[in-house]
């Protein structure tokens, strides 16, 4: 589904008495994070004056946040980017954009339901698609995912015995 904006992650603390923030990515490689200038918390534009990885967060220095007390005031908060100001590979989306795709098997052209969750495990992640029965489906393309095309709300998968939950 097309979004206009991508949450990228969360403040999870202060760090330090200056007013840093550490902000846990959603997902992926912190130094994604690092690349953006502005950022949206609580629906406002905010541009840090400085950002760096630091071990597996990302530490943000935002205006007006000068003392430890106003960083922790701001623990909890989501930082969302606009979708637009992104530049993801060709094929590759955020795991919200995937999120309420009508799934479809490549091979018989049936639907099969809608993408409902993506869940990261070590060797990649792993779609659930929820219809007249659930499957789960590695996210690995050209092997299963065939297709993904966000303007028509459809991805195209192909499905293997033993895909389906309730196969054993």
Avoid: C, W
Wanted: hydrophobic content about 40%; cysteine-free.
């Amino acid at each position: 589904m097309k979004l206009e904006t991508i949450n990228v992650g969360r403040i999870v603390n202060a760090h330090g008495i200056r007013g840093e923030v550490r902000v846990q990515p959603r997902d992926g490689d912190p130094a994604f994070l690092t690349q953006f200038k502005t950022f949206l918390l609580n629906g406002q534009p905010v541009t840090p004056t400085a950002n760096h990885v630091h071990k597996s967060v990302v530490l943000m220095k935002l205006p007006g946040v000068d003392d430890m007390n106003a960083a922790l005031a701001l623990k909890g908060q989501d930082l969302y980017i606009r979708r637009a100001d992104a530049r993801l590979p060709q094929g590759v989306y955020f795991d919200d954009e995937l999120l309420g795709l009508s799934v479809y098997d490549a091979d018989s052209g049936a639907l099969l339901g809608e993408l409902v969750s993506v869940d990261a495990y070590p060797a990649h992640k792993v779609y659930t698609v929820r219809g007249s029965q659930e499957y789960l489906i590695p996210a690995v393309p050209e092997v299963f995912i065939r297709s993904v095309d966000l303007d028509a709300n459809r991805m195209e998968v192909r499905i293997l015995e033993g895909m389906r939950s309730d196969e054993h």
